[in-house]
């Protein structure tokens, strides 16, 4: 069973500060890894999309990296800022038994202050 | 663009009354999902549906039945609902191949349900 987990739960940074945020997953074997953003009271937005023959994708100040083989994605969050407020879930798509359902992990709340 | 959309948004039920949460999808996705969102838990699969008129149960299936109306529209009915079901749900759609999600998930804004 696939499971993935973000560490941590909670984390707190002054604005302009560059952070990475984490997520573990047990099966390599593994379709394609997603982060997504959360804010309070509405659904998740995608963030990033990566295949498994990806290393890395890139969307503004955001970069998100791939690593099959220890089954670790990291989500880089360059000159953070009191909008990156919110909370960030990774969600991997497994490649076999049926690779419609994602995992998700529970997430890790970000707050940027001022 | 209105992407995923979702209604009701809000719901108070009594426990054994029934209700349907209505989903429709404007992205001429293949594949649609129902999530529920719990404290501590994270999101869970209740049921999805790989293509119009195919659905699959989820890791929480049971209380729940799904409906693919069409290729946009995705139902989930509570037929007799407890306590237990209190909770955020989800409705997303993605592309897909087969049984393989390809894409981006696309979420709705969700409908937040209490069971008294």
């Known amino acids: 069973k696939q499971e993935v987990t973000q560490i941590p739960a909670a984390l707190s940074v002054p604005e302009g500060e560059n952070l990475v945020l984490n997520c573990s997953f047990t099966?390599?074997?593994?379709?394609?890894l997603q982060w997504f953003r959360q804010d309070p009271g509405k659904g998740l937005t995608s963030l990033l999309l990566?295949?498994?023959?990806?290393r890395e994708q890139t969307s503004g100040r955001l970069n998100a990296s791939l690593d099959k083989s220890s089954g670790r994605s990291t989500l880089y969050i360059a000159a953070s800022q009191p909008g990156d407020s919110a909370t960030y879930l990774c969600a991997v798509t497994r490649r076999t038994g049926g690779g419609n359902k994602l995992t998700f992990g529970t997430g890790t709340q970000l707050k940027v202050e001022l | 663009n209105a992407g995923v959309t979702q209604t009701p948004k809000f719901q108070v039920l009594k426990t054994g009354q029934s209700m349907t949460l209505q989903c429709a999808q404007d992205m001429n996705h293949n594949s649609m999902y129902w999530y529920r969102q719990d404290p501590g838990m994270g999101l869970r699969l209740i049921y999805y549906?790989?293509?119009?008129?195919?659905?699959d149960k989820g890791e929480v299936p049971n209380g729940y039945n799904v409906s693919r109306l069409n290729k946009r529209e995705f139902s989930l009915r509570l037929e007799s609902a407890a306590p237990s079901q209190t909770s955020v749900y989800f409705c997303a759609s993605s592309d897909s191949q087969g049984a393989v999600v390809i894409g981006e998930l696309f979420f709705g804004e969700g409908s937040r349900l209490t069971v008294l």
């Open positions: 990566i295949q498994s023959s990806q």
């Open positions: 099966d390599s074997a593994i379709y394609n």
């Open positions: 549906s790989a293509s119009e008129g195919t659905t």
